[in-house]
């Protein structure tokens, strides 16, 4: 019960402050001061003290969607590892966590496309191309940790200290090819630019552009959310908790994120958004790099 009061914690209260490092990074190469570093909590404040406004063409859908999104992805974050094992991990536990996200994917799609907007209807395809992409990636990584560590369960799979070598070439490998994934499902640079609102560019800011206050804010903090948990497994993937105090591993697991997190800032900052013909690309050859690296593990030479 401990645990799960922990984990539950940080799910809901640290997300937002990952977001505000990489707005600070990205400050600090800009030669800005930046927005305060917990900026993030005060949008998510002023937007829950706000009202609602619909679109006299939005139907029910647009309604339903902000609460559905926000509750599978924290749904989903109870399967994954933050410090130690997750709160509910099982056999097969992956399947659910990726179908989790693509349920949030779903009604975010539906409901840009129920306001009847061809803007955001442009950016619905968008994201439903480069998630189908993203998606053939993401199950070779998990299929390559299956064989790695014959167990089926994300717990499992990312007990590291147990089960890898690290610096292993097929690890480092699969942590890259997980950092782009990272990258694309939470539509950071290069693939998408979050602060733009050009149409040529945007693709997940474009389909919240009708949601307002509460709504809005569960938007945001589901997001934010995403992405921590997204920068949690690319650190237990490619550097693993070994602390057996349960506070230190927390401190160290923060540590590492927050490294994440700078990193995220300063690839959005040192590179310009990719055309939108080459993203495709980018992903197929990810997903190549990807099944050289299982290759490699099942040769055994990982």
Known sequence: MYTWAVHFFLLLFLPPFFLGV???TKACFAGRKGPPLFQVYYDLYKL???GVVYSRSASYVLRMAAPIIFSVILLGGLLVPVVGASPIHFEGDFILLAYLFGVGR??????AMDVGSSFEGMGAA???TFAALTELAFFLIVVSLVAMTHSTSLSGMLAWAKNHFLWAPAYLILAG???LILLTENSRMPIDDPT???ELTMIHEVMILDYSGPDLGLILH??????FLFIALLTSLFWPPTETSFWLALGSSVLKMTGVAILIGVVESANARLRLIKIPQLL????VATAFALVIILMGKG
Do not use: D, V
């Open 284 to 287: 197929i050859a990810n997903f």
């Open 177 to 179: 090819a997980f950092f």
């Open 106 to 111: 779903f009604f975010t799609i539906l409901a």
């Open 196 to 198: 733009t609102h050009l």
């Open 126 to 128: 968008r994201e439903a």
């Open 22 to 24: 990489i707005a600070k």
């Open 222 to 227: 589901g997001a934010a959310m995403k992405l």
């Open 48 to 50: 829950w003290s706000k």
